[in-house]
């Protein structure tokens, strides 16, 4: 399993932007699927964005998020993005990165059993 690690989160009001990070290490994750969920307070945790390995070109969205996040991948930081622009106060949740089972598929994968690795999750609030 990949450690992983996020960053980025915070306090922003509506219309603002946030860049989360997910450093890896223990796997490159180039090789992997990579993909960012969501839990707000007394909900369960939701899809948000996810990209194939580097043998694709796919990302997936949640509708929620369509047209104002954006996945992305520096394979020589190891790290993914998500770039939130537009937030709204329906964005508020701790957000988590995770790292799929599968590697070399080009898939993208959209549920939590098809990963296995993740992160400690980091909080964004977004005030209206």
């Known amino acids: 399993q990949a450690q992983l690690v996020e960053s980025g989160g915070g306090l922003v009001q509506a219309g603002g932007s946030l860049r989360l990070s997910c450093a890896a290490s223990?796997?490159?994750?180039?090789?992997?699927?990579m993909g960012w969920f969501r839990q707000a307070p007394g909900k369960e945790r939701e899809f948000v964005a996810a990209?194939?390995?580097?043998?694709?070109?796919?990302?997936a969205y949640a509708d929620s998020v369509k047209g104002r996040f954006t996945i992305s991948r520096d394979n020589a930081r190891n790290t993914v993005y998500l770039q939130m622009n537009s937030l709204k106060p329906e964005d508020t949740a701790v957000y988590y990165c995770a790292a799929s089972i599968a590697k070399y598929t080009s898939r993208v994968y959209y549920t939590e059993r098809e990963y296995d690795s993740w992160g400690q999750g980091t909080q964004v609030t977004v005030s209206s």
């Open positions: 223990g796997r490159t994750i180039s090789q992997y699927g």
């Open positions: 990209m194939t390995d580097w043998s694709g070109s796919s990302t």
